[in-house]
Every structure is written in C-alpha cells, then in structure tokens.
C-alpha cells in the first residue's frame, strides 16, 4: 500500500514562508492535492493537481511536487493560516490516500 | 454555489446500523462522482468509499468493505452511506465530498459525526 509521511507540526513566524512537505515513494510521479482544514472545520481544498489554486484561495499558497517529496509553501503567513494541512494522492492499489496530516502554527 | 449537507449521524451500538445522507445542490449531481471520508477524533481524514457519476462502480476502504455500501438517489440528488456491524473503530465525523477528476475532493459538507459506544 501506498504511504504519505508529513511532520506532525511546523512553525512560522508571522509573515515569513511556511513549507510543509509530504513525503512518499517516488510521488514525483504522482499528483498531489492539498487541504486545509481549521479546528471544527470541514476540509478546503488549496492545491489541486500538484502546483494549481482553486477560485478564492491566496496566490500566497503554491505547491510543488518532485522525486520523493511534494511541498505545499505559505508565503507571507498570516494567523489565519493557522490550521491542519493534508496533502492526498490516488494510487492504484491503496486508492484515494491521505497524510497524517501537519499542524500549522504562526507565531 | 455547491452544497453538501450531511445528516443521520448519531450513537449507536456496536454491532448496530446507521444510514447516512448527504443532499446535494448547486451542481450536476448526475454528473458526479461522491465520496465519503472520515475523521476520527483527534486524527486524520480517511477515505471511506467511492460512487462514480453513474453508479457503475462503487470502491470501499478495506476496513469498511463488506460492512459499509455507498448508494445515490438521482431523483432526490442524495448520497447515502449504510453503515452496517458498527465498531468502536467507526467513531469519526462522517463528510461527503465531491469529485473532481476522479483523482482529488473540491468541495465537501460540514460533517456528521457517528459514535459508536455500548
């Protein structure tokens, strides 16, 4: 089955770059997908297919995707941000996979 | 704009059953796939199942196949989830989500969380 490792917490001073990685076999050759998710909140979807913004979400977040890593980057991080971030991807065998998930403080 | 309510959650035994909807609005139900995820207290998102747009295939986690089935009423533009031989394991907010390319979830409900507890 197919795994995705992100770091339970990252921390970044208000206004400065947040990257939060996720971590799988080869998922370079994969498409990753990101959520945001605030306390009490259902999931938003902020990067599709790898590096694209769905209508309404800040130029400030992009994605990126290469060999065994895929990095969601906050610019400019602002105390909104604060939330948990997961990436997902589809995979043959394991289907529709998601990472344990990064919690995201500004500090 | 897309909407997607949940509703049916609540406490069961376990061993019990439990039928969960979700009302779709604002898109093309019919032309859709659905999924239901989960979020147990405390953790993660797991995906549950998956309905493609027509209803031809239906996919399941394996810790739910053969308990859970995924259904859709067109006439009603609802998704369902029967949820059948519950286990304490099963206690998580319940969310319906929308397909996009059969690959990610783009927009999802507010949830409905399923306790399952003696």
């Known amino acids: 089955s197919y795994e995705l490792t992100q770091p339970l917490s990252v921390s970044v001073a208000l206004g400065q770059t947040a990257r939060i990685t996720c971590g799988g076999n080869n998922i370079g050759s994969k498409i990753v997908h990101w959520y945001q998710q605030k306390p009490g909140q259902a999931p938003v979807l902020v990067i599709y297919r790898d590096s694209n913004r769905p209508s309404g979400i800040p130029e400030r977040f992009s994605g990126s995707n290469s060999g065994n890593t895929a990095t969601l980057t906050i610019s400019r991080a602002q105390a909104g941000d604060e939330a948990d971030y997961y990436c997902?991807?589809?995979?043959?065998?394991?289907?529709?996979?998601f990472g344990g998930g990064t919690k995201l403080t500004v500090l | 704009q897309v909407q997607l309510v949940e509703s049916g959650g609540g406490v069961v035994q376990p061993g019990g059953s439990l039928r969960l909807s979700c009302a779709a609005s604002?898109?093309?139900?019919?032309?859709?796939?659905m999924y239901w995820v989960r979020q147990a207290p405390g953790k993660g998102l797991e995906w549950v199942a998956f309905i493609r747009y027509d209803g031809s295939n239906k996919y399941y986690a394996d810790s739910v196949k053969g308990r859970f089935t995924i259904s859709r009423d067109y006439s009603k533009n609802t998704l369902y989830l029967q949820m059948n031989s519950l286990r304490a394991e099963d206690t998580a907010v319940y969310y319906c989500a929308k397909e996009r390319g059969g690959m990610y979830f783009d927009y999802w409900g507010q949830g409905t969380l399923v306790t399952v507890s003696s």
């Open positions: 604002g898109f093309t139900f019919s032309s859709y796939g």
């Open positions: 997902q991807v589809w995979d043959t065998s394991t289907n529709w996979v």
